[in-house]
């Protein structure tokens, strides 16, 4: 039997720990909140903080892997986890996605492009950055934030003094703005044997920041389809990352392909893979970093998934009564506006 | 928040478990076995024996309705919690499955075939039973028993001795022999507002007693696949059924159907659903002892599944790599001749 440790307890957690429980194994969560959602579907908990390393020496006996549902588990708890058993994604990895700064170093270093950025630390870099890449573009604070948290949009550099205001003194970076044609994601996942399996390009779009829909497949061409593959393969090897990554795109005119960001674990976009696939995302993540081999990630079928946010929880009745509709819902007691509660898919043609 | 109690450890209650957890409902395993694979996905877990009033009294407070996920639960159990919260299926449910001749005699009562049958309390009783209706049968304990377990075949009244001496002093009823084109079962499921909805009829094969695959759809005529539909249909209303029952059906040369067996749970020729439809058998069971509504039954592929069984967990490896194939183990440890360890569901065809 064997028992895999997850960092943190929110919907993604949940949702590998049922996929765990699928393949026969239990699952213990490290999360600070008590009753977080992912404890509730597992075997063991343990409620304690990041940095409480009695918890932690505990935590790390009583299983036989760890990994995070979440991209911002301190690096230094994955370190400190990792000298005692195996951990992945890495410490290195996790502190690559969690800065937006190495985070594009690293991209632009191995030959892939972005929109174009500047660090940005005071005000005088902000304005010397919208000249230079501007005068549109997005000020994000390099840590955190996330579903348009801790993001302002620019559109000249008369939005500088309060762009940079709202950063409250956080270290930010500017992104240049990227007039792109669609947004599109790949699913990755690297196993602990380098062998790197990639989902279907799914197409997403968003409404204020957070995730509305993907659609599978991406309405892009082969030779785009193909750009993209190689290019979430590309790095998940840089990385040598083991586990399932989430790789957002934006596909420009003409099908050249800027990466817009990485998210070293399970993804909003790739949930339709639980109804469209036989073995899921979360099966996959598990998959890997167990040191199992992983599985076939082709889609039997088409899909749409569509998140419920905030209030869209009081559709839920129409979504139950809805032929073909697939629903999930997190198991979150309030539904404050732009929350994430569920998500529902809905398959579409069969492929092959 | 809702919380479902469950009666049973079992991976029936697993997979309940799970697929409460989609819909948001958090459980509470009640079952007499520690660590059981039930309660290692499940937010709350009572360890106590179904004749424990005190302890039976403190899981109805602590649930706001109560289902069962193995037959055998006793009706005196399901009695002591009905009074206290919503209880399905009901104890008069459990009463008529637990008991072939209580089972039986309702079936006949309502116009339903069955192999002609006898109850045996005695070795005359079973002479006069093979006179009348053999010379070849079944012999089978009129309670508890399955998989193949409390059964005896009988080729002619030279048996009679010793099939009557493995019953060892428990009532038993003697089933003839129905010789059989195949075997199919409905899954059907009713609610408490009294709609029934029905899964396609797949088709049985056994080993040695124990469910090998299901296939879907089985290969029947439209009007015999109507007439298996309808037969359940009555069965559950008749029953005042509220919840997913399965029944188990011979198909006779020329059509008619006689039922073998209904199972007052999820069943496992329902496991295929999980894979080939929006709603599975197990979201459709927590739906109706929720009293949500019942879900679509509609499948969207055909589909086969496949037991895995005792020493079958060796092909695990093979099943890993197996393109399609959507694994489930149970999370048991020790794998007995005979035990259910886990299956395996593979699509086929998409439907409409």
């Known amino acids: 039997m064997t028992t895999l440790g997850i960092l943190g307890g929110g919907q993604l957690g949940r949702m590998l720990a049922m996929a765990a429980a699928r393949l026969g194994i239990d699952c213990h969560i490290y999360c600070p909140d008590a009753g977080s959602p992912a404890a509730r579907v597992s075997a063991a908990a343990t409620v304690a903080g990041y940095h409480d390393e009695g918890a932690l020496s505990l935590f790390a006996e009583a299983v036989d892997a760890v990994t995070t549902e979440f991209e911002n588990v301190p690096a230094a708890t994955a370190r400190f986890l990792a000298a005692r058993v195996p951990v992945h994604p890495s410490a290195e990895a996790l502190e690559i996605a969690q800065d937006r700064v190495a985070e594009k170093s690293f991209l632009n270093g191995i030959g892939i492009e972005t929109a174009p950025w500047r660090s940005v630390d005071t005000l005088d870099d902000l304005n010397a950055a919208l000249d230079e890449i501007g005068p549109r573009g997005i000020l994000k604070t390099r840590r955190l934030g996330y579903d348009g948290k801790g993001q ?139 040191g199992l081999p992983l599985g076939d990630p082709a889609r039997h079928s088409d899909a749409v998934m569509e998140n419920l946010i905030g209030n869209d929880i009081d559709t839920v009745p129409a979504l139950l009564a809805e032929p073909g509709a697939a629903l999930h819902l997190y198991g979150k007691g309030d539904a404050r506006p732009g929350r994430k509660m569920g998500h529902v898919t809905r398959l579409r043609a069969r492929v092959g």
Chains 1, 2 share one sequence.
Request: glycine content about 10%.
């Open 152 to 290: 302002v949009r620019l559109e000249g550099p008369e939005d500088a003094t309060e762009a940079f205001a709202a950063m409250a003194g956080a270290p930010a970076v500017l992104e240049g703005f990227a007039a792109f044609e669609r947004e599109i994601s790949v699913i990755a996942a690297r196993g602990t044997d380098g062998a790197v399996r990639c989902y279907e390009p799914g197409e997403n779009r968003h409404s204020e920041g957070i995730l509305r829909t993907t659609t599978v497949p991406a309405q892009i061409d082969a030779a785009t389809r193909n750009a993209a593959l190689a290019m979430a393969e590309r790095i998940v090897s840089a990385l040598d990352y083991v586990g399932v990554i989430g790789v957002e795109m934006f596909v420009m005119e003409g099908g050249a392909l800027l990466v817009n960001e990485i998210a070293p674990r399970v993804h909003n976009t790739g949930h339709w893979t639980l109804e469209g696939c036989a073995v899921s995302q979360f099966e996959q993540h598990v998959r890997a970093v167990c």
